[in-house]
Each structure stands twice: as C-alpha cells, then as structure tokens.
C-alpha cells in the first residue's frame, strides 16, 4: 500500500517463546532394609537334686534405615519475550493482513530424564511381648450357706383344737336318698 517511497522506519515487536526443560535434584532416599534373627534365652530348672538348662528360642525382625543417593527430575517451563525487528519505508503504515501460518523447526538440547519407579514394600517392625499361661491347679473353697432346722421344745402345753370332719356321699337307689 505504499505509493511513495520515504526512508526506512524499523519498530520492535516482541513475540513469545516457550520451552520446557527437567530440573535434576540429588536427594538422600531412605532405604529400609529387615532381617529375621532368632533370640534365645535360658534359664536353670531345679528338679529335686537335678538342674537343667530350659532354653525358649523365638523370631524377632531386626530393621535398618540407610540413605541412598538417587535424582529426582522437576520439569520447569518458562516462556521469554523474543524481539522482531519490523521495517517498511515511511509513508507506509501497518495494517491488518491476512493470517500467515507456517511451521517451524526449532532445536532445544535438554535432557530427556526417564523415571523409573517401583513399589517396595517398607516392613516396620517393633518388638511385641506376649505372655504366655502357664496353669497350676490350686484349690478354691467357697462357703455355701445351708439352712439347719432342727425341733426344739420350749415351753410345751396342750392346746384343744376342734376336729371337724367332712362326709361326703353320692345318694344311689341303695341309701334311698335318690
């Protein structure tokens, strides 16, 4: 759209570029690492004349925590304003065109980390102390109450208590009360 030729005006516009880059980090992992061992303990027994030695033998898990060294990765993006140098002659202006688009090839070196996990179980352990029954007879009495009567005379006398007796009969032809 330019018809007179007038000196060169240049303007800078900025553009934005972004990229994604892996941030590597040296941390200090803890490693549980567990064993079983067997405890034992012993003691005398007396037995009339005769000691011998009891020995009980049970399991006990026995853990450690070490560090180990390992790299974990941050991915970190980050986008920058890059500078474009416009120029047209003066005389000309700017105007909206039409949409320009094209692709572009552009190379970034970075690492390319892989992480690679894996589940493992953590065995906590702690020392539990069970006791064990160990059953002796031993005799329990108990008092159960029980009722005694017995027939005492105190104080005897004769009373008079008048006898009544009840007859009963059905009447038949026989008793002629039918």
Same mark, same amino acid.
């Given at each position: ?47 009339? &004349? =005769?000691?011998? @030695?009891? !020995?009980? *033998?049970? /399991?006990? +898990?026995? $853990? ?6 390992? %790299?974990? &990765? =941050?991915?970190? @993006?980050? !986008?920058? *304003?890059? /500078?474009? +140098?416009? $120029? ?6 700017? %105007? ?83």
């Amino acid at each position: 759209d330019c018809e007179v030729q007038g000196p060169e005006i240049c303007r800078t516009e900025y553009e934005s570029e972004c990229w994604t880059k892996q941030e590597v980090h040296d941390v200090s992992d803890d490693v549980v690492e567990c064993s079983t061992e067997i405890e034992e303990k012993c003691q005398d027994e007396t037995s009339g &004349y =005769t000691t011998n @030695t009891k !020995c009980s *033998k049970w /399991p006990k +898990e026995v $853990c450690s925590v070490s560090k180990k060294q390992v %790299k974990k &990765y =941050t991915p970190i @993006t980050g !986008c920058t *304003k890059e /500078p474009r +140098e416009l $120029c047209a002659p003066a005389g000309c202006g700017f %105007k909206q065109g039409a949409e320009e688009c094209f692709d572009k090839t552009q190379t970034v070196v970075q690492d390319a980390p892989k992480e690679q996990c894996t589940l493992e179980p953590q065995r906590t352990c702690k020392h539990v102390t069970k006791l064990v029954p160990k059953l002796e007879p031993t005799e329990e009495c108990v008092d159960v109450p029980k009722e005694v009567c017995t027939r005492s005379r105190t104080n005897p006398r004769k009373v008079k208590k008048p006898v009544v007796k009840k007859w009963c009969y059905v009447p038949s032809e026989e008793s002629g009360l039918a």
